[in-house]
């Protein structure tokens, strides 16, 4: 079974300044996605970002990058010019590619994001 | 706004009872997916159902159970509540045909009492 492993359970970071939220990941299987989503206190999930395990370049969304090893099953999430909109629970999750009866995505504990005025 | 809906928003019970949690896919969407949010489990994947047929199935007490609707909407239904049960319960939907996100609903509160 996939697991997927979020240490840093509260992150704090300026405004205007760059933070880098980390994930880990446990799977024996070659064909994958990961995401990152976003928890806001209204309680929506927002998916952020996502990345093919297939490809070496790492995915970018605006403010949002990922730095994503794939031979140390690590996936970080790097956000840019913080806003205080950013500030949320984050989390980290798989997504099999390989079996079509495993394509829930399995999530991390999650981190909380603060961003100091 | 994700085009995923979720009734009710907030649901007050009491132990033993049973309720319905309904959830209706962005248009299009033929797979829908539940999650549970609590405290102390996380985000746990509860049941998956494509295109009207249960394709998976995760952490889901013998006390829950879903189905999906011709229309694809699908519910989930808990019975013989505990206050364990209490968490914020998401649906989310997919494509299904090449699309690897999931798009979440607001979801529905759960709270037992």
């Known amino acids: 079974a996939q697991t997927v492993t979020q240490s840093q359970p509260e992150m704090s970071v300026q405004e205007a300044e760059t933070v880098t939220l980390s994930c880990t990941y446990d799977t024996s299987e070659s064909d994958y996605y990961l995401f990152w989503y976003k928890q806001p206190p209204s309680r929506q999930m927002i998916l952020v970002i996502r990345q093919e395990a297939y490809k070496q370049q790492n995915a970018t969304e605006n403010r949002f990058s990922v730095n994503f090893q794939k031979a140390a099953k690590s996936f970080s999430l790097k956000i840019s010019d913080s806003q205080l909109g950013d500030a949320a629970m984050y989390f980290c999750a798989y997504r099999s590619d390989e079996d079509t009866g495993r394509r829930a995505l399995t999530f991390g504990s999650g981190t909380r994001l603060q961003v100091q005025p | ?113």
């Open chain 2, 1 to 113: 706004d994700s085009g995923v809906t979720q009734t009710p928003k907030h649901l007050i019970t009491a132990t033993g009872q049973r309720v319905t949690l309904r959830c209706s896919p962005r248009s299009g969407d033929l797979s829908v997916y539940w999650y549970q949010q609590s405290l102390d489990q996380g985000l746990q994947f509860l049941i998956q159902y494509y295109n009207g047929e249960e394709r998976a199935k995760g952490n889901i007490l013998e006390r829950f159970s879903a189905q999906q609707f011709p229309d694809l909407h699908s519910e989930l239904n808990l019975s013989s509540l505990e206050l364990g049960d209490s968490a914020l319960y998401f649906c989310a939907s997919s494509p299904g045909q090449g699309v690897r996100e999931q798009y979440f609903g607001p979801g529905t509160r759960l709270t037992v009492t």
